[in-house]
C-alpha cells in the first residue's frame, strides 16, 4: 500500500517546511537587532546635522558620539562635534575634537580655521599665532591678523616685523600705520615713533597728512620748535593749504607773533574746505585769547559771521557766553537762539533765552516765548515768573495774575524763585486795587526772608 509511504513523505515536508521558516525568521532577527554599521552611521551623522540646524545641540553631540564609536577614524565627525561644543562653549572638549579632526585629516583647511578662530575666541593668543600660521597662504586677511595677534600677545618686536613684510608685499595701508604707532606708544618709544613718521614725509610729501601727524607727534611729545619748523615748512610745500594755518596758528601765537596767528585764524574761520569742529576749535581758542587780551576784541567783529556758518554747539555757546561777559545781551541772544534750534529741550536754556527778552525789554517776545515753552514745560516756574514779568511790564495785569495762579501749583520749594513769584503777585495785585492779597503774599515773601 502507498499510504504509509505518502504519509511519511507529508510529515517529512511539513517538518522540513518548519524548519526553513524559523531559520528566516531567526535571520530576520538577527538582521534587525545587528544592522549594518554603515547604516547606522549614516543615520546618526544625519540626525546629528539636523539636530544642529534646529540648535539641538545636545542631541546632536549624542548622536556624533555614536558615529566616532562606529567609525573613530573619520575627521568629518570630530569638526562637527569640535564645532558644537565651540557653540555650546565647552571649549576644552571642543580643542580636542578640533584637534582630533586636523590629525585625520592634516590638509583640511576649513578644520584648521575653525581651531583657529576657537583661539581668538578665547584670546588666547599665542595658541591662535602657530594657528593662523598654516592658514597664511590662503588670504592676506590672516597676515594682517598675524600682526594683530602679536601686538595682543605683547610681541611687539615680531609685530613690527610682520608689518614690514607686508609693507614690502602690498604697499602701505592706513591701518598698519596706526598699528604701528600704537606700538611705539605702547612701548614708549619715541624717536622710532618720530623717525617712522618722519621717513612716511620724506616719501611723499604731497601728502598733507604726513605733515599733520608729524607736527602733532613732535608736539605731544613736547618737541615745540621741530613742531614749528615742520609748520613752516608744510607752509612751503603747501602754500595754498588752509590746514596748515591751524598749525600755524597756535605756534604764532604762543611766540607772540599776534599779527600772524591772526592771519592764520581768518584763513581758517573763512575756510570753505575745513571740517567744523576745526574751525570751531580755533574760533574757540580765539576766543580765549581775547579775553585774556581785549585790545584784539576789534578783531571779532571780522570773523564772527565765519562763526555764523559753523554748526557747531560749542561755537554757539561759547559766542553767547563771550558776549554775555562783555554785557552785550543781544548779541548774546542772538547764539542763545541758535543753539537752542538744536537743543530744543534745553530748560537751562530756555530759561536764560526767556530772562534776556525781559533784559533787552523785549516783552511781546518774552510773553510769545515762555506761552510757547509752557506748552511743553507746563510745570516750570521760572516760565511762569519770566511770563508774569513781561505782562506786567506791558501792564496786562490780569493775564499776568491768570498765569502766575496757575503757575502757583508748581511751587514745590521755598527758594528765590517762590520769593521772587510772591513780590511779583503782591505788586500785580496792588495795581489791581486787591489790598488783601497783594499783603497776603508780601507776607509770604517776608516769612521766606526770616527762614534765611
Not at 216 to 227: I, R, V, W
Amino acid at each position: 500500500m502507498i499510504y504509509p509511504k505518502l504519509l511519511i513523505l507529508f510529515f517529512f515536508s511539513f517538518f522540513l517546511t518548519s524548519m526553513v521558516c524559523a531559520q528566516i525568521k531567526q535571520d530576520s532577527l538577527t538582521d534587525l537587532a545587528s544592522p549594518d554599521p554603515e547604516l547606522q552611521f549614516q543615520d546618526n551623522f544625519y540626525e546629528a546635522l539636523k539636530q544642529k540646524g534646529i540648535e539641538n545641540y545636545t542631541k546632536a553631540i549624542d548622536a556624533l558620539i555614536t558615529c566616532t564609536e562606529l567609525y573613530p577614524e573619520r575627521a568629518v565627525v570630530f569638526y562637527e562635534l569640535g564645532d558644537l561644543y565651540f557653540k555650546t562653549k565647552a571649549y576644552s572638549l571642543a580643542e580636542i575634537n578640533l584637534q582630533k579632526a586636523i590629525v585625520l585629516d592634516e590638509n583640511n583647511f576649513w578644520y584648521k580655521e575653525k581651531l583657529y578662530q576657537l583661539y581668538v575666541h578665547k584670546e588666547d593668543y599665542n595658541k591662535a599665532i602657530a594657528a593662523v600660521k598654516p592658514l597664511l597662504f590662503k588670504r592676506q586677511a590672516y597676515q594682517e591678523d598675524l600682526v594683530h595677534l602679536n601686538v595682543s600677545a605683547g610681541h611687539y618686536e615680531t609685530a613690527l616685523s610682520q608689518i614690514e613684510k607686508l609693507d614690502a608685499q602690498y604697499g602701505y595701508t592706513s591701518e598698519r600705520d596706526q598699528t604701528r604707532v600704537n606700538i611705539y606708544l605702547q612701548t614708549d618709544n619715541q624717536n622710532d615713533h618720530v623717525q617712522f613718521l618722519k621717513n612716511r614725509l620724506s616719501e611723499t610729501p604731497e601728502n598733507d597728512q604726513h605733515f599733520l601727524n608729524l607736527i602733532y607727534t613732535l608736539s605731544q611729545y613736547g618737541l615745540k620748535d621741530e613742531a614749528f619748523a615742520t609748520s613752516e615748512s608744510f607752509f612751503k610745500f603747501h602754500p595754498q593749504s588752509h590746514i596748515v594755518h591751524v598749525a600755524l596758528y597756535k605756534f604764532y601765537l604762543d611766540d607772540k607773533a599776534y599779527d600772524k596767528a591772526i592771519n592764520s585764524m581768518k584763513i581758517v574761520t573763512s575756510s570753505n574746505v575745513l571740517a567744523p569742529h576745526i574751525k570751531v576749535k580755533v574760533l574757540s581758542d580765539f576766543l580765549q585769547f581775547v579775553k585774556e587780551n581785549p585790545a584784539y576784541k576789534s578783531v571779532l567783529a571780522e570773523v564772527e559771521p565765519a562763526a555764523s556758518l559753523d554748526v557747531s554747539n560749542r561755537s554757539n555757546l561759547e559766542w553767547a557766553a563771550y558776549y554775555h561777559e562783555e554785557n552785550n545781551p543781544l548779541k548774546a541772544l542772538g547764539f542763545y537762539e541758535k543753539e537752542l534750534l538744536k537743543t530744543p529741550e534745553n530748560l537751562a536754556l530756555i530759561q536764560t533765552i526767556a530772562n534776556l527778552y525781559l533784559e533787552t525789554m523785549q516783552y511781546e517776545r518774552a510773553v510769545e516765548f515762555t506761552l510757547t515753552q509752557l506748552e511743553f514745560f507746563p510745570t516750570q516756574t521760572p516760565l511762569y515768573l519770566a511770563y508774569g514779568r513781561a505782562q506786567f511790564h506791558l501792564q496786562q495785569w490780569d493775564a499776568a495774575l491768570e498765569w502766575l495762579e496757575i503757575g502757583m501749583d508748581y511751587i514745590f520749594e521755598e527758594n528765590e524763585t517762590a520769593k521772587a513769584y510772591y513780590i511779583l503777585m503782591a505788586d500785580l495785585y496792588t495795581k489791581n486795587n486787591n489790598i488783601a492779597k497783594a499783603k497776603t503774599f508780601n507776607n509770604k515773601a517776608k516769612a521766606l526772608n526770616k527762614q534765611w
